[in-house]
């Protein structure tokens, strides 16, 4: 079975969406950027991507409302959450489940590739 090299970001910085965008199609991945949570939920579709990386702070829906509605429609994606300094786990504790990474802003490309092999794995681990 192939790996699936598709990785979803959900950022409303632009440049960090191109950054981010930029670095994942260096490392071969396939990327579809989206500027909020409600463009990403509108456009998810099978084949699902192999991971998703979340603002924690978007306009409209947060990072933690994309996550929820995820798991609501009962979408079952690796997660890994981008902050600015925020602590999701002091904050929002329930929401970090075994699937969900956390990448602080700045962050190095060693740092993002590492996540997503988190994720992943972790999302492996938990469904299997």
């Given at each position: 079975m192939a790996e699936n090299r598709c990785i979803a970001i959900v950022e409303d910085e632009p440049l960090v969406r191109s950054a981010?965008?930029?670095?994942?199609?260096?490392?071969?991945?396939?990327?579809?950027?989206?500027?909020?949570?409600?463009?990403?939920?509108?456009?998810?579709?099978?084949?699902?991507?192999?991971?998703?990386f979340i603002d924690v702070n978007l306009p409209g829906m947060s990072g933690f409302d994309v996550k929820y509605e995820l798991e609501e429609a009962g979408v079952d994606i690796p997660v890994v959450m981008i902050?600015?300094?925020?602590?999701?786990?002091?904050e929002h504790p329930g929401i970090l489940t075994g699937d969900v990474e956390v990448l602080h802003k700045p962050f190095q490309v060693d740092e993002v590739v590492r996540a997503i092999r988190a994720a992943i794995r972790a999302h492996e681990e938990v469904t299997s």
């Open positions: 981010l965008h930029r670095l994942l199609r260096s490392k071969e991945y396939v990327v579809d950027a989206f500027a909020s949570g409600e463009a990403f939920l509108v456009a998810i579709k099978d084949p699902l991507p192999a991971c998703v902050t600015g300094g925020f602590d999701p786990a002091r």
